[in-house]
């Protein structure tokens, strides 16, 4: 009988510049990759075709189910980068039977967007969003890399290649 095998994410901890924010998340969006792209219109091609050029911008969101001081005070620094971690346990399941677990983890450099409105309800948890402009993401899974792109340094590395080697080469940075 030809099995299943499901890998499952569930829950996650926030980590805001090392610190440990434990049930205080209640989501995180991370970052979006999506190349920019650029039409070409050859004049002797059948047709125009999109060519990658770059990275398109990156943001993220947390949305925190508590009030803290210090992640306050991060959220209205505009000047200051913040180091974002994001840990996760991924499980793998085999014919309904969980067969192993593996850490996911998303390291995340980012300058916050906003100070954000404190929504209060009645006998709730508020709801605080913060957002941030992203510099650099890396994610890995069981330890290995998945991709590292750091837009200050000029990387983007997936699966171990340096995409942009020859570019930062011809560039002389």
């Given at each position: ?126 709801d605080i969003e913060t957002e941030f402009n992203v510099t650099g993401y890396k ?11 750091d837009l200050f340094a000029q990387v983007y590395i997936v699966d171990g290649v ?12």
């Amino acid at each position: 009988m030809a099995g299943t095998t499901i890998q499952t994410l569930y829950n996650a901890n926030v980590y805001l510049n090392g610190v440990s924010y434990a049930g205080q998340a209640e989501e995180v969006t991370l970052p979006n990759l999506k190349p920019k792209m650029a039409e070409h219109k050859p004049l002797s091609g059948l047709g125009a075709i999109d060519l990658t050029t770059g990275l398109d911008k990156m943001t993220m969101k947390i949305k925190w189910n508590s009030v803290d001081v210090d992640v306050m005070k991060q959220a209205a620094n505009f000047y200051s980068s913040s180091d974002i971690m994001i840990r996760a346990n991924s499980d793998t399941w085999e014919n309904g039977s969980k067969s192993g677990s593996v850490p996911v983890v998303a390291i995340i450099r980012g300058l916050s967007m906003n100070l954000p409105a404190i929504v209060l309800k009645h006998q709730d948890n508020p709801d605080i969003e913060t957002e941030f402009n992203v510099t650099g993401y890396k994610l890995l899974i069981d330890g290995e890399l998945v991709f590292d792109v750091d837009l200050f340094a000029q990387v983007y590395i997936v699966d171990g290649v340096d995409l942009l080697a020859d570019y930062r080469s011809n560039l002389g940075i």
